[in-house]
């Protein structure tokens, strides 16, 4: 039986998740910017114990499944979508990605919602941030905890993930355990700290719309410390990913269930909220999983190396074609061209 980990690397925490033969033998979490700083502690978990069959993330915004061994610096630079000296965001995740695979980890970098050959194209028009890879991973996790509870293979699955992150609000639709469209965290509602999905007019305004302006503009923005009990910000933040949800039903009408994940699903006044806003429309349920500090995308993770290591989710890996996955994340741009969005990242045409 393999031996793998699952990595996710989010706005405020890196979590990390091993499974040994399906049994749990890490999970573990830290701040960001401490193992972006310093990822001694990281490989210390990972390397401990013996070595790993697989290694899945962090990925950002998704490449087609392939080790981090076989990755240039300008595909790296699409996975995490920053040109060089570019300080907003989540800074340091392709360093840290290096490390990795300096320390001899067998790291997969795996797809985004967009790579995935089971969204139709007609969707991906005009997008890059259909969910990150972590949201692909989160939505691993919710197929195998639905079919776990209700005695379903991967073909019988159908839901909605609601991904309530501390920055961005995120969401992924599932027809019989294939992804067939997503909502992303800078393209979707209104999230805790992000913004969302801006007005095309509010960006023409901001005369330049950079990696920190993507991460501000969300409840904390409009609500500063009484985030949680004004009425404005909150009342956007559920209605907002309410409408997500329903929206991504329409793609999966037969989703009987929306399961919740991220930080904020944790807050009962939330989770609340949301159950009312969906009410008639399916089960609401938390996705908890089964770690008890890793969040679920790094779990996700974990479940998806497993599978590509031949483990007990090979058939859900198998299900959601993740190794079938093909293209970037530019390919579908008619606003900008595909050639001028890399030059932006400071990459050569392709």
């Given amino acids: 039986m393999p031996r793998v980990a699952g990595i996710d ?56 499944l392939r080790p981090a061994r ?9 996975a995490f979508l920053a040109p060089d000296g570019e300080l907003g965001g989540i800074g340091g995740l392709r360093s840290l990605a290096r490390h990795l695979d300096g320390a001899g980890l067998p790291l997969m ?36 905890d639905q079919g776990l509870r209700r005695g379903r293979t991967p073909e019988q699955v159908s839901l909605v993930l609601l991904e309530l992150g501390g920055a961005f609000t995120a969401g992924v639709a599932v027809s019989r355990g294939q992804i067939v469209d997503g909502v992303g965290g800078s393209s979707g509602p209104i999230g805790w700290r992000a913004a969302g999905a801006l007005d095309a007019e509010v960006a023409f305004l901001a005369g330049e719309v950079t ?3 993507i991460f501000r503009g969300g409840v904390t923005t409009v609500a500063g410390s009484d985030a949680a009990l004004e009425p404005v910000a909150r009342d956007a933040y559920v209605e907002g990913a309410a409408r997500a949800a329903r929206q991504l039903q329409s793609a999966a009408p037969e989703a009987d269930e929306f ?24 089960e609401v349920r938390t996705l908890a999983g089964f770690a008890a500090r890793a969040k679920q995308g ?19 890996v198998e299900r959601l074609r993740l190794r079938e996955a093909k293209g970037t994340v530019l390919d579908h741009l008619h606003v900008i061209s595909p050639a001028a969005a890399r030059r932006r990242l400071g990459l050569r045409d392709g």
């Fill in 109 to 144: 970098f795996t797809p985004g919602v967009i790579h995935l050959d089971t969204v139709p194209r007609h969707r991906k028009l005009n997008r890059v941030d259909l969910g990150t890879a972590d949201k692909v991973c989160a939505t691993v996790l919710a197929i195998a």
């Fill in 259 to 282: 399961l919740l994940s991220g930080r904020m699903a944790a807050k009962p006044a939330v989770r609340d909220a949301l159950t009312a806003a969906l009410a008639g429309l399916g």
């Fill in 70 to 78: 076989d990755i240039g610096d300008d595909e790296l630079r699409l």
């Fill in 211 to 213: 990696k920190a302006m």
């Fill in 9 to 64: 690397v989010g706005t405020l925490s890196l979590d990390v998740c091993g499974l040994d033969g399906g049994r749990l033998f890490l999970d573990a979490t830290w701040p960001t910017a401490d193992i972006l700083a310093e990822p001694g502690p990281l490989l210390d978990g990972l390397l401990a114990g013996g070595p790993l069959d697989a290694l899945a993330g962090p990925s950002g915004y998704g490449l087609p």
């Fill in 298 to 316: 790094a779990q996700g993770a974990a479940l998806i190396a497993d599978g590509l290591a031949g483990g007990a989710h090979r058939a859900l």
